[in-house]
């Protein structure tokens, strides 16, 4: 291996086409049910929250789709992103593995989330669509979707997540900036919200509360309005394949290959627009021995301690029901800084392969976290989002292991995303005042009580 740390692709290489792990999957994604009939949805039944460009993509079975030239040339103004070798994080932990990072922070909007913004503002402005409205937690799909809507002419109304609108408030200014009506959630906008204000009026809100108020909003707005999500369902996780398949490339032009994948997991976009293109060498037997870590936080461990059962999306119940580990739709997490974590579920292909054995997952606290983004901070120079801090720790971990059994392995995860508007969050920690949460069962098992009853479940 040759001592370069970047391996860049030019524009030239940018993917043609998103991958469709569900080409290769050796079994059936559960149907989403209808949460009135809890029958499987029809094209029908998804028309009033997405183009139907979009509902073809969510069950389509084709290995790759076109991804249109106009996403393409929007995609240019950052992608393909950097792969990194992590070298001086490789001293600091004196660990015979190679540690590697591919770099989502570039993006204008900071994250990985555009990959998936910018196709869904195009298919919406395809179908004519006029308003979106979508909810966020950290601020970081609210902002890529900001962006996106701006490029298209598309008005945008974001449901935020109030500890985070109130702990984030430049990721607030920063979707300002792009056009975005940002209101904290729970808001008195909705239905949904004005119920829940009502009963608590200080609710630190939820990412299930925010998208209660985002769908609400589309199908009773009386302007042509749909709905767009930064994570968990199908399309969403197909349009961050570009990332994983550029990675794929690099990793060629690096002359390795992985050994250990690792991604930060709350909706399960990110993780799996790194890894699925890997995934599905393991699938088709050409990447036997390959490890795949999920890394979700100690404070909302949906893979690691949820029940496997069909549950909605959201709070009060508006959503699809979809099959997936889950804490329970009025789970309501600790706020933890890590804001893009925050969730109760999981997108179904990733509970699928964790369900078969095919990826692996891992819990970690607030505090461990944070201690791994100092130092990839003060060794890489890059401050992480803390969302991205999580698959820092793990790979930290595992290349510790190397250290200690006296083996080089290949350790790669995804950088999703940097964390200059989580410097608050940075200066709590290195002044002592972060705690740790550890969820008691307790509040998993209330949530669990409210379960809806699905015979096919």
Not at 139 to 149: D, E, I, N, Y
Request: hydrophobic share 40%.
């Amino acid at each position: 291996m040759s001592d370069q740390t970047k391996f860049l692709l030019s524009e030239h290489d940018l993917p043609k086409a998103w991958y469709n792990i569900q080409a290769d999957l050796p079994f059936a994604l559960p149907p989403v049910l209808h949460p009135g009939t809890k029958q499987p949805v029809t094209p029908d039944d998804l028309a009033p929250l997405f183009p139907m460009a979009l509902i073809e993509q969510e069950v389509s079975k084709e290995r790759y789709i076109e991804i249109p030239e106009p996403v393409r040339e929007i995609y240019k103004l950052w992608r393909p992103t950097p792969l990194y070798r992590a070298r001086r994080l490789e001293q600091a932990l004196q660990t015979p593995a190679k540690i590697f990072y591919k770099y989502e922070g570039v993006s204008p909007a900071g994250s990985h989330k555009p990959n998936t913004a910018v196709a869904q503002a195009f298919y919406n402005k395809e179908a004519g669509t006029k308003r979106i409205t979508t909810e966020t937690g950290a601020g970081q799909w609210g902002s890529a979707l900001a962006m996106a809507c701006r490029m298209f002419g598309i008005e945008l109304k974001v449901y935020m997540v109030r500890v985070s609108y109130d702990q984030k408030p430049y990721r607030r200014a920063l979707m300002q900036t792009w056009g975005a009506h940002v209101v904290p959630s729970p808001s008195p906008d909705t239905n949904a919200g004005r119920a829940i204000l009502a009963r608590d009026p200080n609710h630190p809100g939820s990412l299930g509360i925010a998208i209660s108020e985002a769908v609400e909003d589309a199908v009773t707005n009386p302007i042509p309005t749909k709905y767009a999500l930064g994570s968990v369902l199908n399309h969403v996780l197909l349009h961050q394949t570009v990332i994983g398949l550029e990675a794929k490339r690099q990793f060629e032009l690096a002359g390795v290959y992985p050994d250990v994948l690792i991604g930060a997991i709350g909706g399960g976009s990110n993780f799996a627009g790194f890894t699925f293109p890997f995934i599905g060498d393991k699938l088709k037997g050409n990447a036997p021995n390959l490890r795949v870590i999920a890394v979700e936080p100690a404070a909302a461990p949906s893979l690691t301690r949820g029940v496997y059962a069909y549950d909605y999306g959201d709070t009060s119940m508006m959503t699809p029901l979809l099959k997936m580990y889950t804490l329970g739709h009025n789970f309501v997490p600790a706020p933890i800084h890590a804001g893009g974590l925050r969730y109760h579920g999981m997108a179904s292909s990733v509970c699928e392969l964790y369900r078969h054995g095919i990826i692996e997952a891992r819990a970690v606290q607030q505090l461990a976290t944070f201690e791994a983004g100092v130092l990839f901070a003060r060794t890489e120079g890059i401050v992480p989002a803390p969302e991205a801090a999580h698959a820092i720790r793990v790979a930290i971990d595992e290349a510790i292991r190397c250290r200690e059994e006296g083996i080089s392995r290949v350790i790669a995860f995804n950088l999703c995303g940097h964390g200059h508007f989580d410097m608050a969050a940075y200066e709590r920690y290195l002044a002592g005042e972060l705690q740790d949460y550890e969820l008691p069962q307790a509040e998993i098992d209330r949530a669990l009580a409210e379960l809806p009853q699905v015979e096919s479940a």
